[in-house]
């Protein structure tokens, strides 16, 4: 019996009637990082296992049991990207973008995880991704978190909060280490398995257990911010008086930590309640070694990624109307003279109304069956031509969503009077 197939556990097919909600946030995105002055650049969804071991961390989850890594025929070992930070950095660094520049760029695509599926966490997803090089200040970090605020207003989303912390720099984040490691050796045996693991690898990571046993404990152990360095504190001091000029309502959360090892200093997450246990939707924190981690002069640096199936699901949550579909007008042709002028009619109609979208239904069959397949592809104008019509040179015109009657209209008028009921302009 021959196999039948089915999409890899966790990758998921977008269908066609998901896309406009997908192409609303693209679109969106690309019209507020032109605002912003950020400019897209785009990298391989392969690089070499090192790269990310080196940035990620070699112990995080990320790196031990998530990452989709194989030996290519030349022996090199590769991975498909788990996060777009690394490939950017790598990218940037091989291209000379940061020599003596500073530099504000995005990227969207693709990310790939092996972790359990389920509702906003699957092992093929997408991200758009914004990081700005060169900025040591928290200015743009205030810029970010304004970025991904404009975002919510743009899409129409309402309830996100953003919580924010201090991470640090290395020096002081291995004195606090220190201490954290003490208080939860005094309670090891109150920790879970997966705690127990990260003892010893990546006890910070422990602040970030879903665990409901392990609150308590957790909200007894020593808060980072209480341990900053005077720079750090300073750093973090000015981002909230920022952020409250810029109106941007901000939560301290002493325990966030993120789970990968590049960061420093600021670190934030905003989170929403209305899309399941996976609550973070736009995740980020300022990066400054990384790129001199990476090979490339000391930079500072700092971005964030969201979840673009994440965002997708809370727009449909809202109960936001759906993003209109296209085609605007299809054009019913019953005869062959029809089908011969309508596919030339369909073009000066694309010439005269570009975006609107123009479908014509091929593929003949009668009359009443043409005109199901026109209301079946969500168009809101049924233009119909017959030998008649093509004889008179004329169109019949039809609202396939308004109960009114059809009307006739010669071809020289009919980019005006379609434009008028699409709203594109007056008749």
Same mark, same amino acid.
């Not at 973090?236 to 960061?263: K, T």
């Given at each position: 019996?021959?196999?039948?197939?089915?999409?890899?556990?966790?990758?998921?097919?977008?269908?066609?009637?998901?896309?406009?909600?997908?192409?609303?946030?693209?679109?969106?995105?690309?019209?507020?990082?032109?605002?912003?002055?950020?400019?897209?650049?785009?990298?391989?969804?392969?690089?070499?296992?090192?790269?990310?071991?080196?940035?990620?961390?070699?112990?995080?989850?990320?790196?031990?049991?998530?990452?989709?890594?194989?030996?290519?025929?030349?022996?090199?070992?590769?991975?498909?990207?788990?996060?777009?930070?690394?490939?950017?950095?790598?990218?940037?660094?091989?291209?000379?973008?940061?020599?003596?520049?500073?530099?504000?760029?995005?990227?969207?695509?693709?990310?790939?995880?092996?972790?359990?599926?389920?509702?906003?966490?699957?092992?093929?997803?997408?991200?758009?991704?914004?990081?700005?090089?060169?900025?040591?200040?928290?200015?743009?970090?205030?810029?970010?978190?304004?970025?991904?605020?404009?975002?919510?207003?743009?899409?129409?989303?309402?309830?996100?909060?953003?919580?924010?912390?201090?991470?640090?720099?290395?020096?002081?984040?291995?004195?606090?280490?220190?201490?954290?490691?003490?208080?939860?050796?005094?309670?090891?045996?109150?920790?879970?398995?997966?705690?127990?693991?990260?003892?010893?690898?990546?006890?910070?990571?422990?602040?970030?257990?879903?665990?409901?046993?392990?609150?308590?404990?957790?909200?007894?152990?020593?808060?980072?911010?209480?341990?900053?360095?005077?720079?750090?504190?300073?750093?973090?001091?000015?981002?909230?008086?920022?952020?409250?000029?810029?109106?941007?309502?901000?939560?301290?959360?002493?325990?966030?930590?993120?789970?990968?090892?590049?960061?420093?200093?600021?670190?934030?997450?905003?989170?929403?309640?209305?899309?399941?246990?996976?609550?973070?939707?736009?995740?980020?924190?300022?990066?400054?070694?990384?790129?001199?981690? *990476?090979? %490339? !002069? /000391?930079?500072?640096?700092? =971005?964030?990624? @969201?979840?673009?199936?994440?965002?997708?699901? #809370?727009?449909? +949550?809202?109960?936001?109307?759906?993003?209109?579909?296209?085609?605007?007008?299809?054009?019913? *042709?019953? %005869? !062959? /003279?029809?089908?011969?002028? =309508?596919?030339? @009619?369909?073009?000066?109609?694309?010439?005269? #109304?570009?975006? +609107?979208?123009?479908?014509?239904?091929?593929?003949?069959?009668?009359?009443?069956?043409?005109?199901?397949?026109?209301?079946?592809?969500?168009?809101?104008?049924?233009?119909?031509?017959?030998?008649?019509?093509?004889?008179?040179?004329?169109?019949?015109?039809?609202?396939?969503?308004?109960?009114?009657?059809?009307?006739?209209?010669?071809?020289?008028?009919?980019?005006?009077?379609?434009?008028?009921?699409?709203?594109?302009?007056?008749?």
């Amino acid at each position: 019996m021959d196999r039948k197939f089915q999409a890899v556990r966790g990758m998921n097919d977008l269908l066609a009637d998901q896309m406009p909600w997908w192409q609303l946030v693209e679109r969106r995105a690309r019209e507020l990082f032109a605002d912003y002055g950020y400019q897209e650049i785009r990298v391989p969804l392969v690089e070499h296992a090192e790269l990310f071991q080196r940035s990620i961390g070699e112990h995080t989850d990320i790196v031990e049991k998530e990452m989709y890594s194989f030996e290519d025929r030349g022996g090199d070992l590769l991975s498909l990207r788990p996060e777009a930070t690394a490939g950017l950095v790598r990218a940037a660094i091989e291209h000379g973008l940061l020599h003596n520049q500073k530099q504000r760029l995005w990227t969207a695509g693709p990310m790939f995880r092996h972790e359990r599926p389920q509702q906003g966490r699957y092992r093929q997803f997408h991200q758009i991704d914004c990081e700005a090089f060169g900025f040591a200040g928290p200015d743009v970090d205030a810029e970010l978190m304004q970025i991904a605020a404009r975002f919510w207003k743009m899409l129409g989303l309402s309830g996100l909060r953003l919580r924010i912390n201090s991470l640090g720099t290395p020096d002081s984040r291995r004195q606090y280490r220190a201490l954290l490691v003490a208080y939860l050796e005094r309670h090891r045996t109150s920790l879970d398995a997966d705690s127990l693991r990260r003892l010893d690898s990546n006890p910070m990571r422990i602040l970030d257990s879903r665990n409901p046993a392990m609150r308590e404990l957790i909200a007894g152990a020593p808060a980072l911010t209480d341990h900053l360095d005077a720079g750090s504190r300073e750093h973090f001091e000015r981002l909230r008086v920022l952020l409250s000029a810029a109106g941007i309502a901000h939560e301290v959360e002493p325990r966030l930590v993120r789970g990968l090892d590049y960061y420093s200093r600021t670190v934030f997450e905003w989170t929403t309640q209305a899309v399941g246990s996976q609550d973070a939707v736009c995740s980020g924190g300022r990066y400054d070694g990384l790129v001199a981690q *990476l090979g %490339g !002069e /000391p930079t500072p640096a700092v =971005g964030w990624a @969201l979840g673009i199936e994440r965002i997708v699901g #809370l727009l449909r +949550a809202s109960g936001a109307a759906a993003p209109a579909a296209l085609p605007a007008i299809y054009l019913v *042709l019953a %005869g !062959e /003279p029809a089908e011969r002028a =309508g596919l030339l @009619l369909a073009d000066r109609l694309r010439d005269a #109304l570009p975006g +609107a979208g123009v479908q014509v239904g091929l593929g003949g069959g009668s009359f009443k069956s043409q005109l199901k397949r026109a209301d079946m592809s969500g168009a809101g104008v049924a233009l119909i031509i017959g030998d008649d019509e093509v004889a008179r040179g004329v169109v019949t015109v039809k609202l396939l969503r308004e109960d009114a009657s059809q009307q006739e209209c010669p071809w020289e008028e009919l980019p005006g009077r379609v434009a008028a009921l699409l709203g594109r302009g007056k008749s």
